[in-house]
């Protein structure tokens, strides 16, 4: 039987959501016998490759790097889950949204800087207006709330998505969870 | 005693109930064991129907009634739960959290709000509206409480119960619209007002974590609600 071909991907988030994909432990035995990994933070491929089945986005939607990976992303993915608050709602990157972005970059790169305070220019990515959910850019197809969602509620989406099943989520996790 | 005249009998989601002749709708159906959501009502406060998470479809007429503050009527054909409801259910919950800025994983109340597990049970894994992000203060100025105007969903349960309990009045609402906020006194610092007893019960009616006591930390204030009843039940002859 092949495998399905999964990937996972990083925008603006703690990790955690990762973390908790890590603390499936074991159970990450019974999905890899399902699954080949094949782009993630915690594999060493550097390309996004054409035709995955599978990717789960953690992280808000932040910067113009944010914005081309996910079109990309989609592009190329099948099933594209929003694993988490971040992903999901923009939750803590989002807490800057009220703010104008000059303040947040005077903040950031001047105000606490001591030593030659400057805004760079070069390879950091320029922050778009507003750090946004993914599904505002990109259609989502499934929803995965939680900051982080637990390792039990990742183990279920993913194994009935691998099931061909679509989650019911709501009974197992919500905003904030 | 209710005499027999005074009963009135109607049917909510196709089943015969009876009810006394001045219930609402909803004090009806949740004798009943009948579920409808609800944010502003709280009982032991009076109705002011203003979240609108409480219609209902009522026979005869176009228009939804918000259950909370609509009276039975004999003969009256109610439905809870119809998939229009449910629509526009989920739109109000969603656009409220579109409204502010509820950041629930960071917030005093994570895991005792309303508004958070009610969109669980409704089934809310995502908002389908684009959020807002408005600016909104945080007034830290009380010796004890705090009010965060990003979590507020405008339930008004603290100007109810500030007015019609303590009887202070330091809460009411300020502006229209999508500008209308809660306010202590004359839009001063809650710190200064001079009208607050610092008696908290606002803080424990509060739906979400809008108002809540300092020093508590994330998912750390429960609210205490209990007393509400017992206070009213106490007052009930001088109130009527
Ligand atoms: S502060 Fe709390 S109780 Fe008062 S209107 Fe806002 S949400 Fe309701
Ligand atoms: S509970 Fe009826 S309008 Fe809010």
Redesign the interface.
């Known amino acids: 039987m092949s495998k399905l071909r999964m990937a996972t991907v990083w925008l603006d988030g703690c990790s955690g959501c990762h973390m908790s994909f890590l603390d499936l432990d074991e159970r990450l035995l019974l999905i890899a016998e399902k699954v080949d990994l094949v782009y993630s933070p915690l594999v060493d491929v550097k390309e996004f490759p054409l035709d995955v089945d599978l990717t789960l986005v953690e992280g808000a939607v932040s910067s113009e790097d944010d914005l081309h990976k996910i079109r990309m992303v989609r592009e190329r993915t099948k099933t594209l889950v ?1 694993l988490g ?1 971040c992903a ?5 990157p ?2 800057r ?3 104008p972005l000059q303040a947040i970059y005077d903040r950031a790169y001047k105000e606490n800087v001591t030593l030659d305070p400057q805004i760079p220019g070069e390879m950091v990515p320029p922050l778009l207006a ?1 750090s ?2 993914v ?2 850019f990109v259609t ?1 197809d499934v ?3 939680g ?1 982080p969602p637990s390792a039990d509620t990742i183990f279920y989406a993913l194994s009935e998505l691998l099931e061909g099943r679509m989650p019911e ?2 009974a197992k996790t ?3 969870a | 005693m209710a005499k027999a005249a005074n009963i009135k009998t109607l049917k909510i989601d196709g089943r015969d109930v009876s009810a006394r002749q001045n219930e609402t709708i909803l004090e009806v159906a949740r004798e009943n064991g009948i579920f409808i959501p609800t944010l502003c009502t709280l009982k032991g406060l009076s109705n002011v129907g203003a979240c609108r998470l409480c219609l209902v479809e009522v026979k005869g007429t176009a228009r939804l009634q918000p259950a909370c503050v609509t009276r039975v009527e004999e003969a009256m054909e109610v439905t809870t739960n119809s998939e229009r409801l449910q629509g526009y259910r989920r739109a109000i919950l969603e656009l409220l959290f579109t409204e502010r800025n509820h950041v629930c994983a960071v917030c005093v109340s994570n895991g005792h709000c309303e508004l958070q597990s009610l969109a669980q049970k409704l089934e809310i894994t995502h908002v389908h509206f684009a959020y807002r992000y408005p600016e909104a203060e945080v007034d830290a100025s009380h010796e004890r409480f705090i009010v965060d105007h990003n979590r507020c969903i405008l339930c008004t349960r603290c100007v109810r119960v500030c007015e019609e309990i303590e009887g202070a009045h330091t809460w009411d609402v300020m502006g229209r619209g999508i500008d209308a906020k809660v306010i202590t006194d004359l839009n001063e610092p809650w710190g200064s007002s001079q009208t607050c007893t610092g008696c908290g019960k606002c803080v424990h009616v509060c739906p979400t974590g809008a108002l809540s006591e300092k020093g508590k930390s994330v998912a750390e204030m429960l609210k205490r609600r209990q007393f509400l009843p017992y206070l009213t039940q106490m007052r009930e002859e001088d109130r009527s």
């Open positions: 929003s608050d999901v709602t923009s939750n803590v989002g807490m949204n009220p703010f507003k946004r959910p599904h505002e989502v929803f995965i709330p900051c989520l709501s919500r905003f904030g």
